[in-house]
C-alpha cells in the first residue's frame, strides 16, 4: 500500500474555527450502530435522530491529514481502486448518483417492507431529501417521480433530458415532449456541463483517495496528466455509466437472497426522524473517524469561493442524515491544500455567509411533505413533481393519467420505456415482498391489490407475460379461501455492495448551470394536478397541511361470499393462465431463420436489463408454495420446458384454481346444492391432474390437500346416492358452466387430458354405483394419508376419513341389506334362499365388517356400536330368510337354521352393547341397541312358542326356552325410563305377560298328575295374567288386547271352577270370575270411543279388516272377541242366577238384591238384538257391566278420563 511522503509530524494542525467551540457529541456502542443517536441543533431548536438500518461500509477509521502545499490535481496510486472505507464514494465519484441508481427508492422499500406504509413518511436518496429542502434557496431546476405505496411516498429524481434523449431515437415520449414544450417550456435544450464541473469532482475524488489512513494510503503518481487528458476523461466519464464498484466477500455473504431488478446499493440506509417526520434515507457519505473524534465527514472548499447558503445546507444536512457530529473542512487554492478547519454541526448553520435558518427548513420539509401527500393519492400511480430553472412555480403532474388522456393513435404507453417501465417492475416487486408480510396483517392487502393492479394495467403482456401472470398470481393469493397460512421460510435479505456515487457540494453548482431555460413566464397549468404558486411559500409555517387521503380505490374489496370470493380468484388464475399461454411458443411455431439476413442489434438501456433480471427474479411467493420439482428432460404437453418460468406459474395457478374450486364445491354442498358441487369438484380435480401433468414430485402439502378434494367428492357422492328423488336438478346444476370455467378447461387441456377423475366425478343415476365411487374416493384418500410421502404429517384428517370410510361402508352395507329384504317381499313362492340373496348378505356383512375396523381404528365406540347394531338387523334378515315353508305355503316348525341367525344377531347387539358401556355415553344409540336387542329376544321368543318344533324338541324344553327368551325380553324393556319408545317398551312388556300367562294356563290344562307343577302353573298364569292386565290398562290404545287377556283369564277361572266340587267353591270362583269379567267394561269403552269417532257402522256377522285410518282399530279382531265375550258373560250370569237360586241356606238381602240384578243383566243380554250395530252392542255392553259395578262407578269413569 502507497504512503505519503512527507512525515506525519509536518501534517498540518487543525485550527478549530471560532465559530466551533463546542464540545463533541457523544455516540452509543459505537461496535454495534456508529451511527446511531440524536442531534439537538441550536439549543434544541431542531430535533434529529438517526438510526442505521444497515450499512454496508467498515467501522470508521481515522484520516490522513495532507501536507500543506500538496497538490491535488495529481493522482494517487490508488485511485479509482476499490476501498471499502470510501465504498461507491471514490469509485464514481465523476459520474452522476442519479443515473447510477434510477428508483432507489423501490430497493428500499423493499428492504425495509415492515417500515412501509404507515412508520415512514418518505423513502428517497439522500440528495433528494436535500434537493427538495433546498426549493426556496435555489433557482435550479426540480424534476422527480413520486409513488406513493400506503401513506409512504416514495420520491426519485427522474431525469427528464435522458427521456428526451430517449425519445428522439424510438418515439415513445413524443407526447410527453410536446406537452413539455407547450406548457413548461417552449425552448427545451439540452447543455453540456461545464470543464470546471469535472475538474472539481475530479480533485473531489483524489482528495478523499489522499485521505485514507494506514494500509489503504496513497502517494501521488509520478508522471503528471495533462490538461488534454484531463478533459477527455472528463468526457468520458460524462457519456457513460460509472464504474461499478464490486461488494466485498462479507458483503455478499450478508445477502441471503440477492434481488435482481430492485438496487439498493447505498453504503447505509438510515431512518432519520427529522422533527416529526420519518424518513428511510440512502447515504452514500464517507465518514471517517477515531481517536478524539468518533465521526467526522470531510468536504474540500476553494479558499477563493466562499461557503454559500445551499452549500451550508448540503453540509448540515448530510450530517444530520448521518448523525455525524463534526464536519472537517480542508481549504485548497488551485488543487493545493493550504489547510484545516474543524466546524460542529450545530454551527453550519451560523457560518459566514451562509447563514440559514434550521426553522424554515423544518417548515419547508413540513409543507412540501404535505402537499405532496395531500396531491398524490393514487397509489400505483407516478407523479411528477417540478419545478423549471429559475422558476418559483412548483407543479405536481400524473403521468399515469395524462398517458391515458393522450389522444395520439401511435402514443405508446410511457411506462413501457426503460426508466419508468422499471418502475412498474419496481411497484409489482414492492408488491411482491409486501405480500410476503401480509400474511400476518392484512391492512396491506388493499395497498398490494392497488399496485398490482396498476402494474399489470401498464404493462404490455405480450412484452412481459411473467410479470402479467405473477402479478395476476399475487392477485389471486389476496382471496382468502379458508386455507392455513404456510410459515415464512425465511426472509429476504437486501444485497450488498453498490455503485452509488456520492455527491458533494458541487451539486449546486451543476444546479446553477442547470440543462433546463428558465420558464418565460407562468402559465396556467389545468394539466397539473396541484401547484405552488411561488416557492415562498414554503417557508411559511403549516402553509400546506396534509389531509393524508388515499383513494378508495386502494381499499381492499373483502367480501363475506366465498363464491365471490373464489370467483375472483378464478378470474385472475385465468388471466395468468391466458399470460403464460401467450408466452409458449412451440418449435413448429417458431419462424425460421434466414441467414441471409442480418440481425439487427438494438441498443439495449441498462435499466430495460434491469427490468428483465427483474422479470426473471420471480417473488419468493412462488418459490415457497411450489411443489418439489423431479427433474424433467423433456417439454410439456404445450411445448413448456420445464423449470421455466411458464412452467413455475403454471404449477402455482393450476394448484390456486384447484383450490378455489375445491372451496366453491364445499360451499354447494352446505347449501345442498350437490349437483353444483359435483361440477366444482370435478373442475377441482382437473386442475389438479394439470398440475400433475406438469409437475414431477408432488409437494407433501399438495398430496394433503388432495386428499381433502377426494373426500369432498366422496361425500358429495354419497349425498347424490341419498337424494336421487332431485336428480333431475342435480343434472341441471351439473351440467351448467360457465364462460370462465370453460377458458380456464382449455388452459388445462393444453398440457392434460383431465381425465383422470372421472369415474370420481361423472353424475351417475344408479345409486349403488355412486356408493361405489363414494368409497373409491375415501379410499383413495386414506391410502394418500398414510403413503410414504405423508406418513410423517400426522394430522386429523386421516382421523376424518376413516370415518367418512366407516359411515360409507356402513351405507354400502344397509343398501345391500334392503335390497335382500327387498327380494324377500318380491318372491310370491318361498321355497329357498336364493343365490342372490345370499351375495347381498355376504357383501353387507363384509362392508359392515370393514367399516367396524375403521371406527375401531380411531377408537369411535359409538359408530362402532351402530354397526354392530346393523350386523344383529342383517342377521334377523338372514333368519326370516330361512324359515320353513309347507307344501301349502303355510309356515312350518321354527328351524334350526332361524335359531341360528338369531342367535347370532342376539350376539351382535350384545357386542354393541358392550362397545358403549353405559347409556351416559350415548343415550339415543344405547336406546336404539337396547330396544333391538329386547325385538330380538322377543320375535325368537315368540316364534319358539307359535311354531314350536316339537318335532325336534320336548315340550319341556320348548317352554323353558320360551320363558327364558320372554324374560330376557322383558329384562331389556324399558319401563322407567321416558322417552318415544316408553309406550312400545309398556306393549311389549304386557304382550310378554300376556303370551307367559297363556302358556301356564295352556300347561295347567294339559298337564296332568303333578299336582305340585299344577299349583305352579297355576300361580305363574295369575300373576302374568295380573300383571298383563295391569300394564294393558295403563295404555289408552289397545283395548283389544285388553280384552282378549280379560276374557282369557275369565276362562282360566272357568276351567278352575269345572274341578270343584262343593256350592260354596263354585260361587266363589264365579263371583270372581264376574268380577273379571267386568273389567271389560273399561275396553269396550276405548272400542266405543274410537268407533263413535269413526262413526263405523257394522251389521251382525259382517267382518270387515278395514282399519280405521287414525284408531287403528281392527274391526274384525273386534267382532271375533264379541262372539267370545257374550256367551262367556251369558254362562257366568246363568250358572250365577243357578247356584243362588239353588242354595239351601236363607240368602241374605244382598244376596237377594245380587240376584235380581243378575236375572235382569241376564234378561237384557238374551233380549239383545243380534243385527243391531256394532255400536250400539258395545254400548249395551258399557251399560250391563256397569249396573254390575254401581260402586265403582266413578272409580271407573275416572279411569277412562
Known sequence: PAVIHSAQSSCLP???????????ISFGTLDKNPFAGSLLTSSTEIKSRAVVKYSAAPPPTSYALLQEKTDLKLPPANWLRENPQLGSAGTTILGSSSKSKPFSSFGMAYDFIDCIGDDVDVVSDSENIKKLLKIPYSKSHVSMAVHRVGRTLLLDELDIQELFMRSSQTGDWTWLKEFYQRLIDQKWQRKKKSKEHWYQKAILSKFLYYSINGDGAAEPVPDNLNEGEEENGAEEYSSSWPTTFTSTQSDAEESDAPKEGLRNDFVRNIMWTFEDIHMLVGSNMPIFGGGRYPAVSLRLRDNNKPINILTGIDYWLDNLMCNVPELVMCFHVNGIVQKYEMIKTEDIPHLENSTF????VKDIAQNILSFLKSNC??????????????????KLYDLTTLCEEAEEEKCQNPFTLPRVKFCQFQLYLVASNLMLKARQNRKHYGTIRTLLLNCVKLLDQERHPQIIASAHYMLSELFQLDEPPEEDGGESLRAGGSEDSYSDEDREDSDESSSYSNCSSPQDDSKAVAVIRSVGELSVPEKYKSTHQIRPSCAFPVSQDKEERCRHVLSYVLKGLKAVDGSIKKESDLPAAD???PIPLKYEDRNAIGACTAEKGLSL?????????ADQKHPTRSGMIPGSWQHHMKLQLFLKASKAYYVLSDAATNLLKYGRALRYIKLSLQCYDAYCSVSGTLHPQVLHFHSQCLSLCGDIQLMLAQNASNRAAYLEEYSYQTKEDQEILHSLHRESSCQAFNMATDLAMDPEYQLFVSSKCYEAAYELLVSEALKDHASDQLAQVLKRLGNIRNEMGVYYMNQSAAMQTEEEVKKSVSVAEQEMWKKSFAFFEKGMKDFEAIGDSTNTALLLCNTGRLMRICAQAHCAMSADQTRGEFSPEEALYYNKAIDYYLRAMKSLASRENHAAVWDSVNWELSTTYFTLATLLQDYAPLSRKAQEQIEREVTEAMLKSLKYCDLQTESARQPLYQYRAA???????SMYHSCFRNQVGDEHLRKQHRSLAELHYSKAVCLFLSLKDAPCELLRTLLERVAFAEFTMAGQNSSAAKLKSLTGALEIMTETRYAFQLIHKELQEEQIEVGDGMCSSDVGPTSGLNLQEVMKLIGVFEPSFSFLLLQLIK?????????????????ITYKNVYSKLLRAEKNAPL???VGLYIELLQQLTPQTESDNTGTQS
Not at 14 to 24: G, I, N, T, V, W
Not at 377 to 386: A, I, N, S
Open 991 to 997: 304382550t310378554i305377560h300376556h303370551r307367559l300367562a
Open 1139 to 1155: 247356584l243362588m237360586t239353588t242354595m239351601k241356606r236363607k240368602p241374605s238381602n244382598k244376596d237377594e238384591e245380587l240376584l
Open 377 to 394: 393519492t393514487k397509489e400505483g400511480h407516478t407523479y411528477w413533481l417540478f419545478k423549471a430553472s429559475g422558476s418559483d412555480i412548483v
Open 357 to 360: 435558518s434550521t426553522r424554515v
Open 621 to 629: 411467493l412462488l418459490e415457497r408454495a411450489g411443489p418439489l420439482q
Open 14 to 24: 487543525f485550527k478549530p474555527s471560532c465559530r466551533s467551540r463546542a464540545a463533541l
Open 595 to 597: 441467414p441471409n439476413t
Open 1175 to 1177: 255400536l250400539s252392542r
